[in-house]
């Protein structure tokens, strides 16, 4: 049987975009990249995994916040170049400004108008020194 990551096409850099969307609502809640060896984890250890290109190393979800993603399903598109993970967000909260979403912001009137709120303050959720995972 093929390997299941082996069915993926990574991107020159070895990474796939991963779309975090509410299990039940559908909402979306972030993108991030995976690498290989975060899928793999993600789905052996039922909880969003992420690569962070910033800091070059694995990212669990939640590891600063405590706003684990556990995960209830994993979908690959078409292309094969894209995965969706439906999830349930600990806490409520997916973004690192400390709103429910990353995508808060409506282009409206040739402007980026901000339509969600702050649901905790992320100086609340974050130690000193972090700004975000």
Not at 62 to 80: K, N, P, T
Request: charged share 25%; glycine share 8%.
């Amino acid at each position: 049987m093929k390997d299941w990551l082996e069915e993926i096409h990574w991107n020159a850099e070895g990474l796939v975009p991963a779309i975090a969307q509410d299990h039940k609502t559908g909402r979306v809640l972030m993108m991030a990249w995976m690498n290989r060896e975060a899928l793999a984890l993600t789905v052996a250890e039922n909880r969003a995994i992420y690569w962070s290109r910033s800091r070059a190393k694995l990212w669990r979800k939640g590891e600063e916040s405590g706003h684990v993603q556990q995960l209830h399903e994993l979908r690959l598109d078409c292309d094969a170049d894209v995965v969706i993970l439906l999830v349930e967000q600990l806490g409520g909260i997916a973004c690192h400004t400390g709103r429910e979403s990353c995508f808060y912001r409506v282009y409206e009137n040739g402007g980026w108008k901000t339509v969600d709120p702050v649901l905790k303050d992320p100086h609340a959720i974050y130690a000193a020194g972090h700004s975000h995972e």
